[in-house]
């Protein structure tokens, strides 16, 4: 079965920073483009930001620019977002997913586009 899970996610300061992890199993995560999404409370998902199979390419979402980071670790299967700077307004629950949308195209930061998701992970950001 394929299959993403999240881990990381917590409880921070503004300001502060976290790791998420998104580990794939029954798939090789370097052939799918990984897109990192989040939805807060009453509100729809956004795409936080995106890499393309093999990291050909990566698009961020403007707020997160500067301050968000995507990057993968094929050894172990997995992919990271790593939040600094963080903000109140970041709190949400955030998402993984993969899909095939080809290297030779920007990823995108549409939910339609991707196939398989995990379960989400909480990232509250208050003091």
């Known amino acids: 079965q394929l299959q993403l899970v999240e881990s990381g996610g917590g409880l921070v300061q503004p300001g502060g920073s976290l790791r998420l992890s998104c580990a794939g199993s029954?798939?090789?995560?370097?052939?799918?483009?990984i897109g990192w999404f989040r939805q807060a409370p009453g509100k729809e998902r956004e795409g936080v930001l995106c890499?393309?199979?093999?990291?050909?390419?990566?698009v961020y979402a403007e707020s997160v620019k500067g301050r968000f980071t995507i990057s993968r670790d094929n050894a172990n299967n997995t992919v990271y977002l790593q939040m600094n700077s963080l903000r109140p307004e970041d709190t949400a629950v955030y998402y993984c997913?993969?899909?095939?949308?080809?290297?030779?195209?920007?990823?995108?930061?549409?939910?339609?586009?991707?196939?398989?998701w995990g379960q989400g992970t909480q990232v509250t950001v208050s003091s």
């Open positions: 997913a993969a899909g095939r949308r080809p290297f030779y195209l920007n990823c995108a930061l549409r939910p339609d586009e991707y196939d398989y």
């Open positions: 029954g798939f090789f995560l370097d052939y799918y483009g």
């Open positions: 890499i393309s199979p093999s990291s050909v390419n990566t």
